[in-house]
């Protein structure tokens, strides 16, 4: 596409300017010729190991209640990964037969027995686990691993029918290996775990620009009454309530960024007051610099149309070394523009950040993540390095929202139990006008583009979650568990159960399939679809912002209760903040919105980079 943008560009600016010399039927002869170039070649594709070490890890990271036990399953696996390779095999022979025989046969070699219903890997029988005087820690253990390496074998089947070359067992070996030894190393080195006692907490928040101040407002609520609660014993206080991991994309990963400081001890304040100043108080000048050249240079050498400079500085103040080892995960999201894959760097996993790195230097990897997942394609550059523990990943990296706008699987694949998405956009696209020319369509193109992943994503994530627990489920009646006891109700599994989410219906969630409801929630919160003005590209304007800023407010004040639950928060303090009237929460919120013209004090409406 790359030789068709120059004369595209020099049409539009021809048109522009009153000039008649370039009619359409050039720019159609322009855009139908044969590309003459030179041939370049084409990036090399990920090897065959690093395929399946990624399906390897994304298999088997989760949440666990002892991940120092569940890293040695895990790496006993990667050593002796016969009956994951058998599975394999068996799956790619019998590709378009009945496949039921790789499974369980009545020769009782199926993968079921070989791995579920015997010793492997370490994994304690269930006789052995249930007997244990200490607690079922090591049983639901068991079961979650057991259920994620059962996965394994059919995604490797997938990949070999997908390349259409058959791997030898050396290269998957290898592969599993990598990939269980990486998942081992995660779960290990991550602050939080499951805790039978409290769900797993997490939010997921949407890209969107300026329009984050609608996700801004909603979580600088849920802060604010976490703030009044949090340290305090019951019945007044929650505890040590908190949200376990962050995930978030473009404005979303900034968003994100606060919640992990909020829960840095002495952060609280802090965060909130940066939440709502640089969600109702940054205009563009704060932001970036414009690359201010001829068009017709974005055909060329020019990358953007801006630099995130501003937000460099931004993260200087947001990210503190404490966060690199707080109870909470940051996960940004990126997108790679050579080979299309979806990064996700956390500050947490020690896949990206090099051995023994300072806290200054994995500081600046995560600024790094977050500037990738802000830099939307030819409007701003893109950021050129990601961390990671090889050394920096250097390439072309831009907005996740290109493939991950919602990154609600960055949740599900780290074990999440509960999770509260907020998306800037409603359910459905906004209507548009109809419109007048070809730049609105492209405009109106791109708008439909972004939107499409986010469905498709959130309801790819939600099946993910029931499927993965009910093959939990599965593994623990296969183990001669009670039904109770494979459904997580009681005997010592967090006993409150949230109720349905508003918008689980949409994506069809747990709530449907009964015996995984209590191992998995979500809930959804839209931007309201109408009544509020919508920021478009970069523009930020606290005219506009302030109002999405009291909307996310409100929003979150009317849902109170339903969130308040799915995290399972609890307390007098906490209610008490429920029960005050939408009014009241409002007026505190617009009081302490400082005025347009404060936001605009001293700053030039544009910057030129140098």
């Avoid at 560009?9 to 010729?33: E, I, K």
């Avoid at 050129?384 to 699987?409: F, H, K, Q, W």
């Avoid at 979650?465 to 489920?473: I, K, L, P, S």
């Amino acid at each position: 596409m790359r030789r068709h943008l120059k004369p595209l560009l020099m049409f539009l600016a021809a048109t522009a300017s009153g000039c008649s010399f370039m009619r359409t039927d050039v720019l159609l002869d322009t855009l139908n010729a044969p590309d003459t170039s030179k041939a370049e070649p084409p990036p090399a594709r990920v090897a065959a190991v690093e395929r399946v070490a990624g399906l390897t890890r994304a298999q088997l990271t989760d949440s666990y209640v002892d991940p120092a036990r569940a890293g040695a399953w895990m790496e006993a696996l990667g050593a002796s990964p016969e009956a994951v390779l058998d599975m394999a095999a068996c799956l790619v022979e019998h590709a378009g037969n009945n496949s039921a025989s790789c499974y369980e046969n009545d020769a009782r070699t199926g993968y079921v027995d070989r791995t579920v219903k015997a010793s492997m890997w370490g994994v304690p029988l269930p006789a052995q686990s249930f007997s244990a005087a200490a607690s079922a820690d090591e049983e639901v253990d068991a079961e979650r691993f057991l259920s994620n390496a059962m996965g394994i074998g059919p995604s490797i089947a997938a990949v070999q029918q997908s390349l259409e070359v058959p791997l030898t067992r050396e290269v998957l070996a290898q592969g599993i290996q990598r990939g269980a030894a990486s998942a081992a190393a995660y779960v290990r080195a991550r602050s939080w775990r499951r805790d039978l006692q409290r769900p797993s907490n997490a939010v997921v928040l949407s890209g969107g620009g300026a329009n984050g101040a609608f996700s801004a407002g909603a979580m600088w609520r849920l802060l604010g009454i976490l703030e009044q609660c949090r340290g305090k014993p019951a019945p007044e206080g929650c505890g040590d309530a908190r949200i376990d991991l962050a995930a978030g994309t473009s404005t979303g990963a900034l968003i994100s960024t606060l919640v992990d400081l909020f829960h840095t001890p002495g952060q609280e304040a802090n965060a909130r007051r940066l939440l709502l100043g640089n969600y109702t108080c940054t205009v563009e000048s704060d932001l970036y610099c414009v690359n201010s050249t001829w068009l017709w240079n974005l055909a060329d050498d020019t990358r953007g149309l801006v630099k995130f400079d501003g937000i460099y500085s931004k993260l200087e103040q947001f990210i503190q070394p404490e966060m690199l080892h707080n109870g909470t995960e940051l996960v940004s999201v990126s997108v790679d523009f050579q080979t299309g894959d979806v990064f996700s760097v956390s500050d947490q996993d020690p896949a990206d950040f090099k051995p023994g790195a300072s806290d200054k230097l994995r500081k600046g990897g995560m600024a790094h993540a977050i500037v990738a997942s802000i830099a939307e394609p030819v409007l701003s550059n893109p950021a050129g390095m990601l961390p990671s523990a090889a050394g920096d990943r250097t390439g072309t990296y831009y907005d996740g929202g290109v493939r991950s706008g919602l990154p609600l699987l960055q949740a599900v694949q780290r074990g999440a139990e509960r999770v509260l998405v907020i998306s800037t956009g409603g359910m459905h696209p906004s209507p548009a006008m109809d419109p007048k020319n070809a730049m609105s369509v492209l405009m109106r193109t791109i708008d439909l583009f972004v939107a499409q992943p986010r469905v498709a994503e959130v309801q790819q994530a939600e099946l993910l979650a029931v499927t993965r627990r009910m093959g939990e489920y599965n593994v623990c009646t296969l183990r001669g568990a009670t039904e109770d006891f494979c459904r997580r109700k009681g005997m010592g599994f967090h006993p409150r159960l949230a109720g349905p989410g508003a918008g689980q219906a949409v994506w069809m969630g747990s709530a449907r399939f009964d015996q995984v409801a209590s191992s998995w929630r979500s809930a959804w919160m839209f931007k309201p679809e109408t009544g509020l003005a919508s920021a478009s590209g970069y523009s930020f304007t606290p005219e506009v912002m302030q109002p999405l800023f009291v909307a996310g407010v409100e929003s979150m004040q009317k849902r109170c209760k339903e969130v308040l639950s799915l995290f399972d928060i609890q307390g007098t303090l906490a209610a008490n903040e429920c029960a005050r009237q939408l009014v009241e929460v409002s007026d505190e919120a617009r009081a302490a919105l400082p005025s347009p013209a404060q936001c605009r004090e001293d700053k030039p409406e544009r910057r030129t980079c140098d």
